[in-house]
């Protein structure tokens, strides 16, 4: 039994990859984290972005050696850059960019869906529909990327990335490194070159399409013909539970398509669906080849679907299911212990606003903390203050900051501050420097002094790396330092001149030893609420007002009694409770 993600990681290591290079973004993160059990055999490394990682890649494949860059959805967009490019170059080692998206935004800003961005480059697209085609499809990738001298995009989504399904491991490949010979025109996209290659690329994706109508990955399962469904991906596994009988067309690629193998099986049923979540990208290109087939007129183009409202939709009843359960609602919150909940105690305060970015601490934006006004894409929290500040003046941001974490001012953060520098922007930066990569599970990155591989590294400096750029005011402080983090919050923000504020406080995750714990002592407690302001899940309060600590949550923080003016909250030495 697989994960998903683990099976498209041993499908990579069977298939001969020696370099895999990747940003951590979920549904993806746990890809390289189980390829890098093999790295005997293969380099891993998390770079600071999907464009690095990506251009990684294309170097190792240009090198001769099979490579690929993995990253979710949003982060094939920063990757635009470099894989719409080597769409002209094609490849030497097989190439493949592994894209995962998320219908039903489970965790993403948007529901982006990697096929359209895939056509409009010109990359083949392949998306399996279980693990052992997950593992199966990543193999066959690389022997498509090769033969037909193309990069693949492998898409996969949120249900396959993190269901598990059963898998038969095969032994690795050993692939022989491609030789290099030089050819400027193949891989230097000056312009008369691209011209060039332009029309190579076209005849090669008519080629691919000429044989996607006889490829193993698409597969025609003939039972009654009154009901056809043309599908590809998870949708796969609900329409087969939700429509038995029906006659199915699996697309496992799903750019470009089999022209003649779809018209076929069209030819053969007498109703044609197209069952496919997201966008109409199959569904339009069928209609364009005059072929009637409903769609899009009765399923959403939002979310993830289902076996019941496949069925619903299609045969108008629902499947027998029971109840679901009435599981208890978890509102959004930040961990116990977490940094950045005093950092957001301190500017809901003193009533500010922050431009947010991409991480844990885009939770500052719900009740009761309520600071983050802003959420776009990574890196925006300081290019969105720039732009303000542009529009508004000095005087404007002096009631705003631009709130960023570690991991995502070294991914992007790290150009919009140069930005800012270089254009004269007034404006307080505050980067949450927790130490890891926390919203995906604790990743490492250039910061933290440790490789994907396990290997010590140097740690790039987050202050040096501020000053270097010009920015004169750079103040690290803790997070906890609630007194000593408003001072300096309220000093900052009132300059006419860029400042950043680094609080550097790690996430109380990454330590798994014990940690001291808080207790409430009832006599003192005057009531007064102010522990309750951060929103702290351990702390709990009664009917009558009296506040109560979760000796189970805590994580010893110090926050709470750091804001407890009566004495009321008392460190517990282990042991003692």
Known sequence: MMLGNEAIARGAYEAGVKVSVAYPGTPSTEISEFLVQYKDDLYCEWSPNEKVATEVAIGASVAGVRAMSCMKHVGFNVAAD??????????????????????????SQNEQDTRMVARAAKLPVLEPSDSEEARKFMKM?????????????YRTTTRLAHSQGLV????????????????????????????????????????????????????????????????????????????????????GMVNPLPRKLIEDFASKVETLYVVEELDPVIEEQVR?????????????????????????????????????????????????????????YVLNKLKMHAAGDIGCYTLGAVAPLSVVDTTICMGASISSLHGMEKAKGKDYVKNWVAVIGDSTFLHTGVNSLMNMVYNKSAGTVIILDNSTTGMTGHQDHAATGKTLQGDPAYAIHIPTLCRAMGVRHVTEINAFDIEGLEKLIKEETARDELSVIITKTPCVLL????????????????KCGMCMK????????????????????????????????????????????
């Open 82 to 107: 470099p894989a719409y490019t080597v769409s002209y170059m094609g490849v030497n080692g097989g190439l493949v960019i592994v894209v995962a998206d998320d219908p039903g935004l489970y965790s």
């Open 141 to 153: 990738a690389f022997e498509l990327s090769e033969r037909f001298d193309r990069p693949f995009v």
């Open 168 to 251: 038969k491991p095969e032994e690795r490949e050993e692939i022989e490194d491609k030789p290099y010979v030089k050819d400027i025109r193949k891989t230097v996209m000056m312009p008369g070159n691209a011209k060039l290659r332009h029309v190579e690329i076209e005849k090669r994706n008519l080629e691919l399409a000429e044989a996607a109508n006889t490829l193993p990955v698409n597969r025609v399962e003939m039972r009654d013909t009154k009901v056809g469904v043309i599908t590809s991906g998870i949708p796969y596994q609900y329409v087969r539970e939700a429509l038995p009988d029906a006659s199915v067309l699996k697309l």
């Open 288 to 344: 364009s080849w005059g072929i009637h087939a409903v769609g899009k007129e009765i399923f959403t183009v939002q979310g993830e679907y289902s076996a019941n409202m496949i069925r619903t939709a299609i045969a108008g009843e629902a499947l027998d299911l029971a109840a679901p359960a009435q599981v208890p609602v978890r509102p959004p919150i930040l961990c116990p212990g977490c940094p950045h909940r005093s950092v957001y």
């Open 511 to 526: 330590s798994k030893a014990k940690k001291p714990l808080y207790a409430v002592r009832s006599e003192m407690c005057r």
């Open 534 to 577: 951060p929103g702290c899940p351990a702390m709990t309060r009664s009917a009558d007002g009296a506040v109560h600590i979760d000796d189970t949550m805590c994580t010893g923080c110090g926050l709470c009694g750091s804001l407890c003016k009566f004495g009321a909250i008392e460190l517990v030495k282990e042991g003692e409770r």
